[in-house]
Each structure stands twice: as structure tokens, then as C-alpha cells.
């Protein structure tokens, strides 16, 4: 009874309801007829331009065609019950997998008992292969011999993403461990080769000179140092001429290449040759290998020339780079103390500016600094930070960079008191265990000091002595410098004095040897590993010019130490070895045919810093791709940074394993669109490494894998046709690892390993095996697309050029239907397309939208592949699943480019069509009174009668009618963020201290300070030039800088597939209507055109600086993320000598020669 009355109150609920939903669009229709757009005509032509291009996308897509082909094969036998377990079915349909060929059948054939005649071969005409085909067909029946199929031919896997990231982890693990085993080897040999040399101050030896090498003079005598160097160009050096058997040496344009500390260093390092043709030998996958020496040559392998720049200098000093620096060196703190008394005024202040900023730049993320600027008060130079200190990443160094313009001179110099405050700083933060908790240092930039301050000293530092001393001794007055040089003698550290701003950076980069002390004295090779950089100086000189920018690298490196008993004490470091490790050879061993379409692997370092994420954007377009000025030093919380609370990030950094789940919106098409997904991470340690690894998979067809069996002589047929080719960045074979291998393609390499005939190679026999059968399985469309290409009926205007096919495993299967140079977008499929082929951290952007897609409908779009925004094509994709499951692997994507045209014109013909019975219309999209757009689920206009507005978001042409739309719920608008951004402020006054970060960088500006200098002096009064407005930056100019913004994107609700809706723009009430276009991801949008609703502001994609209050800019100085510190630490050792404290430094003679001829030149510019 009870069940009877409910089951007949459920039929009564649903009467009601569908009256309901007829009623709504009842009203819709009259209330859309009454502004004079009826909703049925809008449906009526939508429906018509859907089914037509529908019909279209499928036919020459052959998205029908290779469905069926993959659902014949799962489709289970009668008495089986297996989701997850599917053989083959011999029922009609049924697949080709795993039939065979018989010996006397002139083509394969199938279960199904059609035939699938022997593929195009390479070369063969289309025409040629065409009729091979249809005489194939017309030799008989089938071949009697049947074969039974095995048991289980898919199988469909949940990927298991804790044993995934596992397995990447040891991957990563063995490929580092290779590059510094070989750094490991160069070190032991250095050390040995300097451990049989002895010095000698008479020695001539002539070396390969990195710049000289095959120069000649005006006589064509090769120059000195020079000789006659065999290159030739390798294209795993960037295509650069290298020579595989010798190494070269390059000298800083400031050093005198025939100093006898270089010549000696040069003469035992020569040894290093041997060695580093041995490690290239051994692991053919390494770049780069070199030595840095602490006298400042740097030795090169393999040996290539290098060009000076413009004004002839090289800017490149092995000794201040990080690699360098990190191991030559333990983490510290540091507080630095400049002198602004009023003796400092003038160019005293400008060098003890560049002074303090070449500190910075000895500085890494594992060390921590302040700066104090005092007369007879202590000033912070950044007020915010009284009495801490923070991390030395590039953000915090350059913004203290910015301040140091803002110090001037006045007063008199208490330096007791700014002696007692870093102490002070040191001793409390260090008690936080925040910082370095290493060794700890202060720099002392003035010119003069009148006592010695032992009472300090003895209060804060003695007996320990755990805090250096470095004082900087400003000028070339010599008064006050036996008061310094004691101060650096009594507490461990190191006197300079600089008289000019050329003797800057030699004098600053003195205080690292004194710090490696307790680390050679110990012998501690600690292995250290650098973020990811590039090294735009050495890439200039080597005349690098690659397209697509400079490639980030890593660098592994280890000291280099005197073994010689009798210098024991004094701890000399003789320099640093380093092998870089470039970040693309890290993500060949990403399996990313297991990640799904929209996973991804990641790395980061011990700061949090990220290694590789395919979120990281080191470079940004302004005529050419350069670097972001913090580029380096991205933290994982700016990608990910849905994750509030870091959560992710810190047990990365604190090397945990384990796993992390969030709802994130990961933007594509360069960030014009959003998809929102629920990820998965797993995560864990790289061994040996600072390095932790993690893997982000998206739950529901990203989770889960299949695995199918064809012969490998099948597969084989089938991969080698001249209509396949795989993803360029992906690995199937490493053809790196054995030079004989190098000039193997993969496919190549794939039948040498599969056929047993390269048994040595390394390849993924499983990624192989899947590859094998997506080229059988996706087979039947090359005979399919070459049908319709010689059907002179199908596509006589040519509107379709390509059809396209991409799989899981990075296989993709091309047809054109026109002639390559007539196609309308050239680089699509290519190389320039970064976002449209399979790359090293995604797959093609049609295929991500495509999977997201509702299985069966196509998602049509108009790229933004290149700068000039190509509007000449429409793209339209469909995502192939193995099962009619939400839960189905997408195994494949299915596409076409056609003409933007064509497909315009395919819209206007459907719009013209009307249900009056005497064909005249009520609306027309012809008429001036209404206004008809497609757009796409994002809110692009596809199509419009105004040219110029295609491809523009719909919002900045109809912003009334857009607003509407939001607030009617039928699109969103989601907020995002980005970290990376870079904005435009204007720079209205010189940042001297910012440009003369790297003094070779404004050579012209340096040379002419010291020419200034020099006039100052009365020494070359003869040039009569007003040198003052040279030393001038020009002023008023914009310059990109981090920053951070918000913007929008938008998408469309799913669920709405029609509405109406009216704007009341200054009393004119102006109606529209909008409709879904059947089975894709467009819209109609007709708007009435009576009112005038231009007052209504664009609803635009602009994105927005998120500005900061001061106080919260404070925070954010303050503010520590976690960190792993580096496990290693040498603060001091008690057998040191500290009696090599420094003395006085002037200008080398050599040195003068050499700037002097520079310095004319630059005045005469």
C-alpha cells in the first residue's frame, strides 16, 4: 500500500515537473519574442550549424572510425565479467589487435572478415598506395585460417602513485650520482696533479687561451697563447664548435694571463684533460665539465672559443658564481656595516655602494645578512628588518640594492656602537636557530677607524672567535689601516683596501678563501648542488643563440684542496671542479605516458625553491626571450599556490615521503583559460641530493592506466609509416648513454631493441610496448584519411587542411588534405607550437581541453600560438576514451585544423535558416537590428561580422551583456594568481646600485668613474671632457620587475544550455539570447542592436598588481619559510693560521695597461 501510494506520488512529481520546465520555456520564447528574438530560430540555427560541423569534426577527424576500433576490442565475451580485464571479442566490429597475417593472404585481415591491406610505404605516393588498396580488396574472400585470441588483451591499471614517484626518486637518484662520481674523479686528480707541482715564479708555459685560440695577427702568425685549435661543431653543445680531446683557459679581462700564480696553475691543471675526456667517455650525457681556481682561471672541456662582447670584456669570474661560492665555502650570517660619516662623501660612498653590493653577490640562499648604515646613530637600511636577518635570495638582495642610493654622508662615525649591534643581531638570531646556525661574519666598509675596539671584541667575541672580521679599508689613504688590519687579525678574518672601483670585486672575493679555511683544514669534499640557473654571461660568450632562450641547468661541484703537508695550516683552497647537469635531461626520465594528460612531475630544492615544474616560467618575451629578473628563486608556494598552507611545500623541503591532496585551476593557452581538477601528490627524497621529488596526478581518467599486447612485428609495420611520428622530447630508448647510438632516432632505436639486434640499448619496454599497439590500433586512419583525400567530392574547397591524431604514449599520426604551403597555420604540429605537440611536461593543449570535454563532442577553439595571434584557423578536437566510464583512460585525441573561414561561412549559412513556411524570416543575423556571435566555453568569439573582434574576449566587446551572464550564473568568473608575473614601473631615478651588481655589465659607466677618479687627481688633466653627464643613467625610462597580480578567467556553466536575458541600458531595455551549440563547447549569442549599452564598462582578462600595505610588506620581508639547511657545516678549526689577515691592495701595473687603452675608448664613445 504504502509502496503504491509513493510510487504514484513520484509519476504525479514528475507531471508537475516537466510542466514546470515547459512552462520556463514558454515563457523564455515569449519573453525573448516580445524583444523580437525567438528563442526557437536561435535554437533552430544552432542546432543546424551544430550537426553540421559535428558531421564534419567526426568525418575527417575519424574520431567514429577509431572509437569503434578501441570498443571492439574491450567489448567482453558473453559469459565474462571484468571491468577491468577485457579480451578480444571475434563479433562483428571486432578489432585487429592480435589477428595474424597468413602467409598466402596478400593483405592482413580481420576477425570481422575485412580487409586491412598493407600500409602506404615510405615515399609512396598517396594516389599509388590508394589503388593497391582497392585491388586488395577486390582478390577474394578473406583467409580461411583462424587464430584463437588470447585470453586478455587490455587491462586496465589504477596507477599507483606512491610506487611511481619512488621509482622516479631512484632514477633521479642514479643519474645524479653519475655526474658526481665524475666531479669526484676531477677532484682527486686536481689535487694530486698540485700535489707534484712546485711552484715556479720563472715558469713560461703556453696554454690555450679560451679567447685567443686561432686569432691571428696582421702577418697570419697565430697569437700568443693562441695556436692553431681544432673545433668542430657536436650537437650535444648546442651545435657549438667544441674539440672532445682538450680543454681551454680562460682568463677575467682583469687579470694578466701571464701572472705567474696563473701560469703555475695553469701548467699542473693541465692534468685535468686526461680525466675529463675519460668521464665523457663514460657517461656521454654530460655537458660541460670544468675547474674554477681560486686565482681566477677558469679550465673548460670540452675546449670552445669565446667572444668578448662589444667592448671587449668578458664578463665571467669563475669565483663569483654560485657553484663556486656554495663550495668553496659553509652557509653564514652576515651583517654588513657601512661607514656614512661625512669623510665618506663622494666617491668613497659610490664604492663602498659597489663594495656592499659585491658582498651581496657572494651571498646564496643558504646564508642570511642585514645591513647597517652608521654615523653617530645606527641606521638600518631597511628599517623594517631592526635587529634580524633574512635569507640571501635574489628578491631580499636586490631590495636592499635598492636602498643603498638612498644613503648619504653627514656626521661623524661612532663604529663602537655599530660593532656592538651586530654582534648583538648575530648572537640573538643565531639562538632562533633560524639562520645559517653556521658561520657567522661581519664586513666592515669604511675608511678609517681611530682605535681598535677590543672592549668590544673581548665582550662579544674572544676567546671563541667565532665571528669574523672582514674591514674594507674605502680610499687610498693608509692612516687607519693598521687599526683594521689588527681587527681582522685579532678575530679570524681578513683586511683589504680598496682605492678604486676596479679593485672592488678582486678585495671582496678574498674573504671566501679565508672562510673555506675550516673546510679544507677538515678535507671535507662536501658535494653541493645549485638551484636552476643559466649563466647569461657564459652563454654570451660562447655566442649561444638558441630560439627558444637559454636552457636552465644545475650544477654539481666539490672543493679543490692544497694536500701538501706543509701548508696544511693555512687551509688553501685551490678552486672548485663542477659538471652541470641541464634540467632537460632530468625530465627525459619522467614517464610520462603515466602521469596521464594533465600530471605532471616536479623537483624542488632544499629552500623550497623550484628544480623543474612545468608551472615555472624562467622567461618572458619583450623582442626576444629573456630571464626574469628572480627567476631562480621561485617558490613552490607561487605554482601550487592553492595550497595555503604550505603543506605540500614543507614536507618536501623536510624530506618526507608521503601524500597531499587539493582542488587546483590550472590555467593553458598561455593563461587564457581554466581547468579545474582535484589532484593527487606524492612526493619524496632524491638521495644524495638536496633535492625532493613529487608527482601531481588528477583524479579520474588521470588515475588510471591500460596496457594492451600486439606481435612486435605488427606493431613494428605499423610505427614505421611515414604518417607517425613520437613526441621529440620524450625517451623510449636513451640513444645518449653509448655514441654509437646518438644518431639513432627513437623509432629507430626502438626496432634495433625490440628486434634483439641492440640488445645494449637502454629503452622502456613497457612505454614500447604500449607504442606498438596505439600504432596498431590508430592504423586504420591512415587508409581511412587517404580515402578521403583522393575523394575529389569530399572537401573541394579545401575548408579542412589537417587531420591529427595524438595517444597516451606520445604517438601522433598526421594527414594533410591540402599542400603543406598552403596551409593557413604553418606552424601548428611543429616545434614553434610549444603548447600544440607532446613537450618534455605536457601534452598538446587539444588534447588536454579535448579530455575534458564530454566524451563525444568536439571542443573547437582559435589558437594563440604565436605572437601575432594567428586567427586564420579554427581547431577542433575529441578525446577517445578505451571505456564508456568517467573512470576510462582517454588512450587518445582526435582533431582537425580547417580554414577560420570556411568555418565562419559553414555558421552564416545555418543562420539563415527560419521556420516561416514562406521563407521569410522574423530575425535574420543579416539584419542591422541584432548582432549574432559564436563563442566558445571560455568566452572567445569565434565568429562575428566584425573581423577585427574575432579571437577577443567576448567581455571587451558586449560588457553589458557579458555582466549579464554572470550574474545569471551561465558563466563564472574564477580568480587566479600568478607569482611569476613581471610588471612595468617607471625607473625616475638612477639605482646605481642595482646597475653595478655586476660591474662588467656597465664597463663603459665603471671605466668612466675612474676616470673621473683620475681627473679628481690632477693625473690626466689633459682631457678636457665633461665626463659627469656620461657617468649619467639615462632617466624616465620603464623597466620590468617582479610582481604579483590577479586576474580572471572564465567558464561556462555546463548545466545552462539556454537562457534569455534583458539589460536596461539608460532606460532601453535591450534582450539577447544564448544557445548552446550541440555536441561541442560553443554558444550562440544573439543581441538586439536598438539600444545603445556603450556606457557599460568591458568586463575585461587584464590582470591587476596586488599592492601591498607597508606593513604587510614588512611581514613578507620577515617572514622565514621553511628550509632544510645544507647537513654540512665548517664554521671554524682550531689548528688555523689566522695570521694571513690581509694587507693594503693598489692597482697592478699589468692591470693599468690593460684599462688604460679601455678607458680612452670608452671616453671616446
Aim: proline share 4%; aromatic share 10%.
Amino acid at each position: 500500500m504504502n509502496m503504491t501510494f509513493l510510487h504514484g506520488a513520484c509519476s504525479v512529481l514528475r507531471l508537475l515537473l516537466s510542466v514546470l520546465v515547459g512552462l520556463n520555456v514558454l515563457l523564455m520564447e515569449v519573453t525573448a519574442s516580445q524583444q523580437g528574438i525567438p528563442l526557437s530560430v536561435v535554437k533552430l540555427w544552432a542546432s543546424a550549424f551544430g550537426g553540421e560541423i559535428k558531421s564534419i569534426s567526426a568525418k575527417y577527424s575519424g574520431s567514429q572510425l577509431l572509437q569503434k576500433e578501441l570498443w571492439a576490442i574491450t567489448a567482453p565475451r558473453p559469459g565474462t565479467n571484468s571491468s577491468t580485464e577485457t579480451p578480444s571479442s571475434p563479433a562483428k566490429g571486432g578489432s585487429r589487435i592480435n589477428s595474424r597475417l597468413s602467409p598466402a593472404c596478400p593483405g592482413t585481415w580481420d576477425e570481422s572478415g575485412t580487409t586491412r591491406v598493407n600500409p602506404r610505404r615510405y615515399g609512396e605516393s598517396i594516389q599509388t598506395a590508394f589503388r593497391k588498396r582497392l585491388q586488395a580488396q577486390n582478390q577474394g574472400p578473406p583467409c580461411p585460417e583462424k587464430y584463437k585470441p588470447p585470453g586478455k588483451t587490455v587491462r586496465v591499471e589504477e596507477i599507483d602513485g606512491v610506487k611511481l614517484v619512488k621509482n622516479l626518486a631512484v632514477k633521479m637518484e642514479e643519474m645524479f650520482r653519475k655526474k658526481a662520481e665524475a666531479t669526484r674523479r676531477l677532484v682527486e686528480a686536481a689535487e694530486e696533479a698540485h700535489h707534484q707541482h712546485e711552484d715556479n715564479p720563472d715558469l713560461q708555459y703556453e696554454y690555450f687561451n679560451a679567447v685567443l685560440i686561432n686569432e691571428v695577427d696582421n702577418e697570419g702568425n697565430n697569437v700568443e697563447l693562441g695556436g692553431e685549435f681544432l673545433l668542430e661543431p657536436n650537437d650535444h653543445f648546442n651545435n657549438l664548435s667544441v674539440n672532445l680531446s682538450l680543454s681551454v683557459v680562460q682568463v677575467p679581462t682583469n687579470m694578466y694571463n701571464k701572472d705567474p700564480d696563473i701560469v703555475n696553475g695553469v701548467y699542473w691543471s693541465e692534468a685535468l684533460n686526461k680525466v675529463f675526456v675519460d668521464n665523457f667517455e663514460r657517461d656521454p650525457t654530460l655537458i660541460w665539465q670544468y675547474f674554477g681556481s681560486a686565482k681566477g682561471f677558469f679550465r673548460q672541456y670540452p675546449g670552445v672559443k669565446w667572444h668578448p662582447d662589444e667592448n671587449g670584456v668578458i664578463g665571467f669570474d669563475c669565483r663569483n658564481r654560485k657553484w663556486y661560492i656554495q663550495a668553496a665555502t659553509s652557509p653564514k650570517d652576515v651583517v654588513i656595516l657601512v661607514d656614512v660619516s661625512g669623510s665618506m662623501k663622494g666617491l668613497r660612498l659610490t664604492i663602498a655602494r659597489q663594495t656592499v653590493s659585491s658582498i651581496l653577490d657572494t651571498l646564496g640562499d643558504d646564508d642570511f645578512f642585514n645591513i647597517i648604515a652608521y654615523n653617530q646613530e645606527i641606521h638600518y637600511v631597511e628599517p623594517c628588518l631592526n635587529g634580524t636577518l633574512v635569507r640571501a635570495d635574489r628578491t631580499n638582495k636586490d631590495h636592499f640594492r635598492e636602498h643603498l642610493d638612498k644613503l648619504f654622508a653627514k656626521g661623524i662615525g661612532l663604529l663602537g656602537q655599530a660593532l656592538t649591534e651586530a654582534f648583538t643581531i648575530l648572537n640573538d638570531f643565531n639562538q632562533t636557530g633560524h639562520g645559517s646556525v653556521c658561520s657567522q661574519a661581519i664586513m666592515l666598509v669604511t675608511d678609517g677607524a681611530t682605535e681598535m675596539y677590543d672592549d668590544v671584541f673581548e665582550k662579544y667575541n674572544w676567546p671563541e672567535r667565532k665571528v669574523r672580521i672582514f674591514p674594507y679599508l674605502i680610499g687610498r689613504e693608509s692612516a687607519f689601516a693598521d687599526n683594521l688590519k689588527w681587527m681582522a687579525c685579532a678575530n679570524k678574518g681578513y683586511f683589504s683596501q680598496i682605492s678604486t672601483l676596479a679593485d672592488v670585486q678582486e678585495n671582496v672575493m678574498r674573504y671566501l678563501h679565508v672562510m673555506s679555511r675550516p673546510k679544507v683544514i677538515d678535507h671535507e669534499h662536501d658535494t653541493v648542488w645549485t638551484e636552476a640557473y643559466v649563466d647569461s654571461a657564459l652563454s654570451q660568450a660562447h655566442k649561444l643563440n638558441d630560439k627558444a632562450g637559454p636552457s636552465l641547468t644545475t650544477t654539481v661541484a666539490m672543493p679543490v684542496f692544497s694536500t701538501k703537508n706543509e701548508t696544511k695550516n693555512q687551509g688553501i683552497l685551490l678552486g672548485v671542479v663542477g659538471t652541470d647537469i641541464p634540467l632537460q635531461e632530468l625530465m627525459k626520465l619522467i614517464p610520462k605516458h603515466m602521469l596521464g594528460i594533465h600530471g605532471y612531475a616536479f623537483a624542488i630544492t632544499n629552500n623550497g625553491y623550484i628544480l623543474t615544474h612545468p608551472d615555472l616560467r624562467p622567461l618572458y618575451q619583450e623582442g626576444q626571450k629573456r630571464r626574469k629578473p628572480n627567476y631562480s628563486s621561485v617558490d613552490l608556494s607561487e605554482v601550487e599556490w592553492e595550497d595555503k598552507d604550505d603543506i605540500l611545500r614543507n614536507a618536501m623541503v623536510n624530506r618526507r615521503t608521503g601524500t597531499f591532496s587539493m582542488e587546483v585551476k590550472k590555467t593553458v593557452d598561455r593563461g587564457r583559460r581554466v581547468l579545474k581538477m582535484h589532484n593527487d601528490y606524492y612526493y619524496t627524497d632524491i638521495k644524495g641530493t638536496p633535492f625532493s621529488v613529487g608527482v601531481a596526478l588528477s583524479r579520474g581518467h588521470g588515475k588510471y592506466f591500460f596496457r594492451g599486447n600486439v606481435s612486435v612485428e605488427t606493431g613494428l609495420r605499423d610505427l614505421e609509416q611515414p604518417d607517425v611520428a613520437l613526441a621529440d622530447e620524450w625517451t623510449y630508448c636513451n640513444t645518449e648513454e653509448q655514441h654509437e647510438h646518438r644518431h639513432l632516432t627513437q623509432i629507430q632505436a626502438i626496432k634495433l631493441f625490440m628486434t634483439g639486434r641492440r640488445p645494449n640499448l637502454k629503452c622502456d619496454r613497457e612505454l614500447i610496448k604500449e607504442v606498438l599497439f596505439d600504432a596498431v590500433v590508430t592504423a586504420p586512419l591512415e587508409a581511412y584519411w587517404t580515402g578521403l583525400a583522393l575523394n575529389k567530392s569530399e572537401n573541394s574547397d579545401k575548408g579542412v587542411e589537417i587531420a591529427f591524431l595524438g595517444t597516451r604514449t606520445g604517438l601522433s599520426r598526421t594527414n594533410l588534405f591540402v599542400a603543406a604551403d598552403q596551409l593557413s597555420n604553418q606552424d601548428f604540429l611543429t616545434a614553434e607550437d610549444k603548447e600544440g605537440v607532446f613537450n618534455a611536461d605536457h601534452f598538446p593543449l587539444w588534447y588536454k581541453r579535448a579530455a575534458e570535454q564530454v566524451p563525444g563532442t568536439f571542443v573547437y577553439s582559435i589558437p594563440f600560438s604565436t605572437a601575432l595571434e594567428n586567427k586564420s584557423v579554427v581547431l577542433a578536437s575529441t578525446a577517445i576514451q578505451l571505456l564508456d566510464d568517467r573512470k576510462s583512460p582517454i588512450v587518445a585525441a582526435v582533431g582537425l585544423q580547417m580554414k577560420l573561414e570556411f568555418f565562419q561561412r559553414k555558421f552564416w549559412t545555418a543562420c539563415r535558416q527560419c521556420t516561416a513556411l514562406d521563407g521569410k524570416c522574423s530575425i535574420s543575423c543579416d539584419s542591422e537590428d541584432i548582432n549574432c556571435y559564436l563563442i566558445d566555453n571560455n568566452g572567445f568569439i569565434l565568429v562575428t561580422e566584425e573581423q577585427s573582434q574575432t579571437g577577443l574576449f567576448f567581455g571587451e566587446v558586449e560588457g553589458a551583456v557579458m555582466n549579464k551572464l554572470l550574474q545569471m550564473g551561465s558563466f563564472k568568473r574564477i580568480t587566479l594568481y600568478d607569482y611569476q608575473a613581471l610588471c612595468r614601473e617607471y625607473a625616475g631615478s638612477s639605482d646605481s646600485a642595482r646597475a653595478l651588481s655586476d660591474p662588467f655589465t656597465v664597463v663603459k659607466w665603471l671605466l668612466t668613474e675612474l676616470v673621473i677618479f683620475l681627473l679628481e687627481l690632477n693625473v690626466y688633466s689633459w682631457w678636457n671632457v665633461d665626463l659627469s653627464v656620461k657617468a649619467q643613467r639615462s632617466r624616465g625610462k620603464t623597466m620590468m620587475v617582479p610582481c604579483d597580480t590577479e586576474y580572471p578567467a572564465f567558464v561556462s556553466e555546463r548545466t545552462i544550455k539556454e537562457t534569455t536575458g534583458n539589460i536596461d541600458c539608460d532606460g532601453c531595455v535591450r534582450s539577447f539570447v544564448i544557445q548552446q551549440i550541440p555536441s561541442s563547447n560553443l554558444f550562440m549569442v544573439v543581441v538586439d542592436n536598438k539600444c545603445d549599452c556603450s556606457s557599460a564598462p568591458p568586463v575585461t582578462m587584464d590582470p591587476i598588481e596586488i599592492m601591498y600595505i607597508e606593513s604587510l610588506k614588512c611581514d613578507r620581508l620577515k617572514f622565514q619559510k621553511d628550509r632544510k639547511k645544507p647537513e654540512s657545516c665548517h664554521p671554524f678549526h682550531p689548528e688555523e693560521n689566522a695570521m694571513e689577515c690581509g694587507s693594503a691592495s693598489r692597482l697592478c701595473s699589468p692591470l693599468t695597461a690593460i684599462l688604460l687603452p679601455l678607458m680612452a675608448a670608452g671616453v671616446s664613445r
